[in-house]
């Protein structure tokens, strides 16, 4: 079996082009172009790359995209300050806090993100945001979860009754994916739900077999290819969280070729998941915009 490459490049494309319209008509409705504010701490050179793409991104759909730069040492209480002020800015729709933050500065990231307004908390990553999202009544929706609920329905993959696999916990990813793929019905109808999922990780037993038995396999563990092709059911489809840098190269969580071989379809690394992630923070942000407007 040779697997069908799940382009999520091309649909990140589709997605940014739908949001620019929505946003001509938003402005053309009288208000103003929505903004979004990233707040970038300290010079980490992967999170300065996703900074400026994500400028990039709102500039050409049309999005004011302003970056706010701290130096790595300034501290809980500037951090915090600049928080508030974003908060308080009625020309400010959504809010960025670039993670992770500097290590060994002593930052306290819940802090932070707890601070974030939740009626401008883009990255849904605020305990209301959250908690309306276990609730199956969500507002904004963590934007690679949502990328890959709406990568899968544009490829006309249902979810519904399947075995799901998420690997990996994490607040960011693993978590609100496992969630968002049990609901009964999500932003994509109930086809992108209604799964029977599996939430695996580092202490997960006998993780091969685990994985194996999953219809939907999704790997979100920031490990490079530690999914190999032996813990792949045959015409599954593995969906790559991953992006890690090995020598010079960008690999995923999954051993790409290995898995070609024995899955139906999987997302490449990179232009698969990736650039999902910059497209639904734009649909969060032109969403940030008119929930305030209605208020
Ligand atoms: N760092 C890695 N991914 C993300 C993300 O989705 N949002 C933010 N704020 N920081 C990140």
Redo the contacts with the bound molecule.
Sequence with gaps: MMAEKLDGKQVAAEIREEVGEQVKQFVASGAPAPCLAAVLVGEDPASQV?VRNKARACEKAGIEGRTHRLPADAGQKQLLELVNQLNADPTVNGI?????LPSGQDYDEREILDAVDPLKDV?AFSPVNVGLLMQGRPRFLP??PHGIVQLLHRAKISCSGKKVCVVGRSD?VGKPMAMMLAQKSGSCGPDVANATVTLAHSRTADLAATCRDADILIAAVGRPEMITADMIKPGAVVIDVGINRVGDKLVGDVDYAGACEVASAITPVPGGVGPL?IAMLLHNTLMAAKLQSAS
């Design positions: 996703y960025l806090v670039q993670l992770p990255d934007c690679t960011i992630t």
